[in-house]
């Protein structure tokens, strides 16, 4: 489909004056808006398209189309017609009322299917029944029931011979609404501010440009992303978008919410993703899914960065180097080599964190202890490299150099937490925390208290996700710029 996606905004002001006023500050962020007619009282359509300063898509959809308008089919269609006559530069139309429509002036018509429940097996004839009407314009929009459910619509657009609106709706269709600039829709909604939207799964325009970088992407952009559950609140979209557009390289990177992760890596071939991050809970699940895993990653058992290079997949573990780097610095020289070699190392958890840095700080050469809340675990772990294991209460016991909090014990939203008490701190102890969300966890603050040495997740945090950008684009990373973004979205929090 030639020319570029627009930007659409809808305007679900419940007055005329209102809307008049959202249409001007739509303006700042949308090439056009749509009027939801079915949200305006006392509707002067008038006075309200005289004072249009965008294009309109003239819309009023009944209740059983989610909308609002509640009164006759036939006052309905003759609402639409006067928005014709009037100027709207389109009207929108539902499949179902078409054949009752007679459109009158220069307006372009929309024929529109929508689904709240599902994205249906059966699109492509929806798609043939939509063909068949002369309209202008074809717009799709279904509930995605799981995130391949976007695949189905991107087929859409790919093969359509039309101008088509396609997209899926609530928090697993988010990518369709981003990507319909690669796959060529029409146009894809945003609202013009958070509470504004008009149907599930709308983000504020502004973000779709600042985060995403909407208007940069074509057909062209190369797509990357996360894989994990839950994931609306990863910050990694925010830094690696932010690092892409420093670069100014044409790629994207989206949140990814998977269950199956070895259904979706295969799926999104379809798609030619050219990379992911993955996070809890897929880093063990993804190997599964790979052409081939880096000897680390493959004895750590988990992938964190996905690298694809012509058409096969390849694993790697960025933790690991990247927990390295961030407790290095505060070790000094050995007189053995490292500054890890021979120092005493006590590594709360044994999940993946814990496994990334565990075998790290074997191949450093640090003595290594592993306690935690399942010993079984702790022992797995502790036998594959050599460690110790126990569990947490034995950190009483401990005779060490260094701390390490590889459990989520004391993250987001559970900060008053703590994996152990503040009496085992002393002076000179190197207590280094992985969770990076507070910043300052309990256990950092009472260390530091106590005189320790303290590391907080943000340089490991930062430094895996340069890594993972290095090991894609083959760049060096903006770090500074990384590691800003990464602040500010946890000052929002
Ligand atoms: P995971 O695989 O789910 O492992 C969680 C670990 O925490 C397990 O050892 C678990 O013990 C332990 N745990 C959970 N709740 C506990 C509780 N209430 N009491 C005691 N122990 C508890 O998670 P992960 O991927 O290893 O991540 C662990 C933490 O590291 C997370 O906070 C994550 O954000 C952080 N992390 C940070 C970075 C960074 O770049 N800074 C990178 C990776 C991970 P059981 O075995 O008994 O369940």
Redesign the pocket.
């Known amino acids: 489909m030639p020319g570029r996606t627009l930007l659409c905004v809808p305007i679900t002001a419940e007055t005329g004056e209102a809307a008049i006023l959202d249409m001007y500050k739509a303006e700042e962020v949308a090439d056009i808006v749509e009027l939801r007619l079915d949200y305006i009282h006392e509707l002067d359509l008038g006075r309200l398209l005289a004072h249009k300063p965008l294009p309109v898509i003239a819309t009023c959809r009944p209740v059983s189309e989610r909308g609002r308008f509640s009164g006759e089919e036939s006052s309905r269609l003759s609402l639409l017609r006067d928005a014709c006559r009037l100027g709207a530069d389109f009207v929108d139309i539902e499949l179902e009322a078409w054949s009752h429509f007679k459109a009158q002036g220069k307006s372009k018509r929309i024929i529109s299917y929508h689904n709240f429940k599902e994205t249906p097996a059966n699109l492509e004839d929806i798609v043939k029944r939509l063909d068949s009407a002369d309209a202008d314009i074809i717009k799709i929009a279904t509930m995605a029931g799981s995130i391949s459910d976007n695949l189905a619509i991107f087929d859409l657009l790919k093969k359509s011979q039309r101008p088509m609106i396609a997209l899926c709706m609530g928090e697993d269709g988010l990518i369709s609404r981003i990507l319909a600039p690669k796959f060529g829709s029409f146009l894809t909604f945003a609202s013009l501010s958070e509470g504004q939207e008009s149907a599930p799964g709308q983000i504020p325009a502004a973000q779709l440009k600042s985060l995403y970088r909407f208007d940069e992407i074509n057909e062209e952009t190369e797509i990357y992303g996360v894989i994990g559950n839950p994931i609306a609140h990863s910050m990694s979209p925010a830094i690696h978008n932010a690092a892409f557009d420093r670069l100014g390289l044409n790629k994207v990177y989206l949140p990814f919410k998977v269950e199956d992760v070895v259904k979706f890596v295969e799926s999104f071939k379809a798609i030619g993703v050219k990379g992911y991050s993955v996070t ?1 809970p897929h ?1 063990e699940g993804v190997l599964a899914a790979l052409d081939e895993v880096d000897e680390l990653a493959q004895k750590i058992g988990a992938v964190n960065t996905v690298l694809e290079r012509e058409g096969r997949l390849f694993g790697y573990n960025t ?1 690991s180097s ?1 927990a390295i780097f961030s407790l290095e610095p505060a070790l000094g020289e050995s007189p053995e080599g490292t500054a890890l070699s021979g120092k005493r190392v006590v590594v709360l ?6 496994r990334a840095v565990v075998f790290a700080l074997s191949e450093k050469g640090a003595k290594v202890t592993i306690l ?3 010993v079984e ?1 702790a022992k797995r772990l502790a036998q594959e490299v050599g460690a110790k294991w126990g569990p ?1 209460s034995d950190i009483s016991k401990m005779k060490m150099d260094v701390l390490v909090n ?4 004391g ?1 987001y939203p559970e900060v008053d937490e703590t ?1 152990v008490s503040k009496e085992i701190f002393r002076p000179g102890l190197v207590v280094f925390d ?3 969300n507070p910043l300052e966890t309990r256990l950092l603050r009472e260390a530091k208290e106590a005189g320790c040495e303290c590391i907080t ?1 943000l340089e ?2 930062v430094e ?1 996700a340069k890594e993972q950008f290095e090991l894609w684009t083959g760049k060096d990373a903006p770090t500074d710029l990384m590691r800003q973004v990464v602040l500010e979205c946890l000052g929002e929090k």
């Open positions: 809890i880093k933790d990247a958890g044994a999940g993946g964190a814990a935690n809340r399942t675990r947490l590889a459990t989520s014990v993250m994996p992985m969770v990076y997740g490991m945090f895996q």
